[in-house]
Structure formats: structure tokens, C-alpha cells
């Protein structure tokens, strides 16, 4: 079957305007997690949802930053005002169930802010 | 919070050669994890271990619990191997939430 998917693999916006992020996990995975990965360095956890609920949002910088996964597959990753800083590569990955199972990766989408 | 370093930041080899990059953290981890990204971003999950040895092919990884390091190895390596190697842990009671080195970035010459 198809591995994640996240669209759209590029985005550029400019300072203030908001930005929505999507994923589709793998069918069936009930664990999606976001990360942030800036350049240079490695990724860097935001938020993970078990099902529908988002089980940790420790991860999100701020209250700009917010996701949502409504039907428990697709997921939303939603910035408002964003700044020059929020620019890095979104990653999105999903695993079976949780904690120790194997995540898959998407190809995450790079955003880059103007 | 758990600090992951990883060792060596960069490391040139030619083909054929024998790889070890390094990983030690500082807090006690229920599993750790070695990713492989290529440019470009893509990222693939090799090994996920929590005590001992795994071997895929020509990679092998290995985990120390008391002391709190993981190595990968790569034998007979070869210039498709070129790739960042990101070690990343997770802590027992979070779940979820994994913390990741910085990456090894290898690049294998003919």
C-alpha cells in the first residue's frame, strides 16, 4: 500500500499569513506525529495523536501552532501569523499503534516564510 | 530532558570501508531508534532496539544500556550509503515523543 503522504511538499507564504499542512498516514496506523526539522539539525517533536485525540501536544511551540485529525486518519497541521522562524521541513509520520512500533516517515513539506 | 549526541558529525569513507557512528544519551530510553535520511528529506526507520544487537543486511546496530550508547555499523560500504544518520530515543512513560540527534551526515567516494 501507499507509505505517508503530505502535501503540499513545498510551501512559501509571507510573514503573518496563515498555513495549513497535511498528512495521510499509512491506512490502518492509529499513531500520527508531527515534527519540525530545521536546517542543519534533526527533527524535532510537536505533537502526536492516538486516534483522534491529540495524546501529547507538549511539542508545539506556541499557540500558533495547532493540529487537528477529526476522522482519526488525515491530519492537519495549522500555523496562524506565521514568522520567519516557523520556515523548516514539517514531517509527518504514523505507526501501527504506539510507543513501540516502527514510524513511518512522509516526505514532509518544506515551509518557508517571507 | 534527554540529551542525544552523535558522533561523528561528518565522516568521509570510500567504498568499502567499515562504518561506525555513535550515539550516546543521557537519561534512561524504553527504545531507540536509527533513521536514515536521504537529501531531499525522506526518511526510513532502519532499526528500533532496546537491548542488544539487530543486523539488516550490511547494517548492524547495537545498543549498551548501562552505558547509555548505541553504534550503527555499515560493512562493505558503498556510495548508495550516502545518507544523514539520525539516532533518536525514546524515554520510558512519554509514549510517543522521540528526541533525535543532530544526524551523521556519511558520504561514501568510489
Known amino acids: 500500500g501507499a507509505g505517508v503522504s503530505q502535501t503540499p511538499s513545498n510551501k512559501v507564504t509571507e510573514k503573518g499569513k496563515y498555513v495549513e499542512l497535511r498528512c495521510d498516514p499509512i491506512?490502518?496506523?492509529?499513531?500520527l506525529y508531527w515534527y519540525r526539522q530545521s536546517l542543519g539539525q534533526g527533527p524535532e517533536f510537536l505533537i502526536y495523536?492516538?486516534?483522534?485525540?491529540?495524546?501529547?501536544d507538549s511539542g508545539l511551540p506556541n499557540d500558533r501552532f495547532f493540529a487537528v485529525r477529526p476522522e482519526g486518519s488525515v491530519s492537519t497541521l495549522k500555523i496562524q501569523r506565521t514568522e520567519r522562524g516557523d520556515s523548516a521541513v514539517y514531517l509527518c509520520?504514523?505507526?501501527?499503534?504506539?510507543?513501540?512500533?516502527?514510524?513511518?516517515f512522509g516526505p514532509g513539506t518544506r515551509l518557508t516564510v517571507l | 530532558k534527554n540529551e542525544v549526541e552523535q558522533s561523528p558529525q561528518n565522516l568521509t569513507a570510500q567504498e568499502g570501508e567499515f562504518i561506525t557512528i555513535n550515539c550516546s544519551y543521557s537519561?534512561?530510553?524504553?527504545?531507540l531508534h536509527w533513521l536514515q535520511q536521504h537529501p531531499g528529506g525522506g526518511i526510513v526507520s532502519l532499526f528500533m532496539?532496546?537491548?542488544g544487537k539487530k543486523k539488516h543486511g550490511r547494517l548492524i546496530a547495537t545498543i549498551n544500556i548501562q552505558e547509555k550508547h548505541s553504534s550503527l555499523h555499515i560493512t562493505a560500504s558503498h556510495p548508495r550509503d550516502s545518507a544523514v544518520y539520525i539516532c533518536?530515543?525514546?524515554?520510558?512513560?512519554?509514549?510517543?515523543?522521540?528526541?533525535f540527534g543532530t544526524g551523521t551526515r556519511l558520504q561514501v567516494t568510489l
Open positions: 509520520a504514523s505507526s501501527l499503534l504506539h510507543n513501540y512500533n516502527e514510524q513511518f
Open positions: 491506512s490502518g496506523h492509529t499513531a
Open positions: 495523536f492516538q486516534g483522534t485525540g491529540a495524546a501529547d
Open positions: 537519561v534512561g530510553i524504553s527504545a
Open positions: 532496539l532496546s537491548s
Open positions: 533518536a530515543v525514546r524515554e520510558p512513560g512519554t509514549a510517543s515523543k522521540l528526541t
